[in-house]
């Protein structure tokens, strides 16, 4: 046999059912360790063998750029060369490819060049600077911007979930109507409080809710009014009608209503919060038209520009379907609702039947490791968006033990939202497949953090005493500051310890010296001379340098007692070495305002012409590109 067969009848009767399962919507619900890299690429090659396309019309995505690397290694282990022409991606791989590929739907928007988290923050702070009076986001503590970083957050949770500004504010005036329209009943509706004997002003006031419902989902959001209208109606169905007590109601109500300046139960999203999400879809607009206007895109623009795209032109959207004919996504658990609708938008057409063929295979279980926006709703809505979707549950673990997976599996039952309470069929529950053999697999509770460490430090040092070796013993913490907390413990039971701390790179000296410098440069770029005093003080006070200290005081009290800033001390001071690095700086400076930052990170590194040879050299190299 050749090496697709061997690696076939190697796989499990799920994993068959799905390398099998080649036309329609497929969502695989996999947990850790059921080998669903094979799954994937085994696919891949049936795909292949059973169907007349080409390896370059099946589309692989995924979410790191090391797992799309294992699954192209593992796919050219299993075809061989035609592995290189399938196309796998990340999604932000994949959304950058559509771009480059096809600029002529892209030609209202430049993306030039990437732009950091602190770029994007100095950006909206300078669009802050110019709010109106009155903005309801132009609050200051001193120098701050109190909603500044709560916008920045806003606006990237906005854009992993593809919603633009003209989309948030047609949201913004659905709700705004919605709440309107509702604001007497509900004042009235809670003018007494929440009792059982007021069920029916409650059932009333669910019914016209009930009334304002259009059924419209907005980019992937149920309306207000749905989501208002189905957890009232949960409460009125808790709520004992022969009790005293409403708590259900009297729940619901904190979750959904206010006092205002007059006492009354308001909707909370009406009134001030309606205005500042109004000026935060202002500033979003803006920022997006500054990063446009300087060819600057971030990493979330990579999706939603390519979604945008796909969803406003259907030539693209048509091309792009008929180029992957196959789709395969890995982690699905780990998408956010721009990338749900990307999928969406790769698989929307008419000759589909709402059956594209597209796989999609996640672990509800592992959503509690959210990021991105992930949602684990994502994994419901494949079930919900695609007409009798084939779902296949791997329950075989190749990886852990019996005991582990059962002890995993009482912290996964507690999960409130895991996709078999709203798909019922989709059960998982993972069977170890070999027998590792572990001698004690064991969980505690402990009434306090400190209790913990001491129970901790104790048992380690009794099994030294009955013949463990230290080195065969490990402590394992999701957290530094734990370990760091159990330390003192263990020195009080004379237990031997090997912590090996990876330290933050960004807090050794040398990067801290490193990003001073550059905060000087832009420091003098920018004029603010003041900043430049302080930082100048510690720069130059750096070993490399070899200055003197006497020297720097000297400096530092003649700036003081002729009332001038250092830069004009330092260009004008005898020593001829101190002179070249103030100018040196200077240069920097200059040249800042024409080139990008790692240019002159380049140069502090030491590897422009005029840079220094120092021990910042190979080391920081990597960091500053990075920075």
Partial sequence: MGKYEDEYEALNTAQRDAVNETEGPVLVVAGPGTGKTQLLSMRVANILRKNDVMAGNILCLTFTDNAARNMRDRLISIIGQPAYHVAIHTFHGFGTDVISQYPDYFTGRQLLQQIDELGRYELLRAIFEQLPHGSPLGAKVGEDYIFLKNTLDTISWLKQNAIAPNELHSLLLANQKFIEATAKEVAGCFAATPSAKQLPAYQKLLKSIQKHMTGTRYFGFPEYAAEAAGELKQAIAETDPGGRYAKPITAWRSNWCKKDANGQHVWKDGGQAYRRMQAVANVYQELLDTMAAQGLYDFDDMVIEAVHAMETSDELRYNLQERYQYILVDEFQDTNKAQLRMLSALGDNPVHEQRPNIMAVGDDDQAIYAFQGAEVSNMVAFSR???????ITLEENFRSNANILSL???????ITDRLEAAVPDAHKQLVAKKNYKIKILDHMAFPSELAQYDWIAMEIAKLIKNGAKPETIAVIAPRHRYLERLMPYLREQDVPVAYERRDNILEAPII??????????????ENRQNEADALFGQVLGYDFWGIPAETLVQVSLDSYDKHKHWLEMLIKHPDKQVQDIAAWFVRLAKRSTLEPMEY???????RGEDGIDSEYDELLLPVAKAE
């Fill in 408 to 414: 995993s599996e009482t912290v996964s039952d507690q």
């Fill in 600 to 606: 002159i990170i380049d140069e502090l590194v030491g």
């Fill in 385 to 391: 968006m695609h007409k009798q979707p084939a779902r």
């Fill in 512 to 525: 801290v010296e490193l990003l001073t410098m550059a905060r000087l440069v832009v420091a003098l770029a």
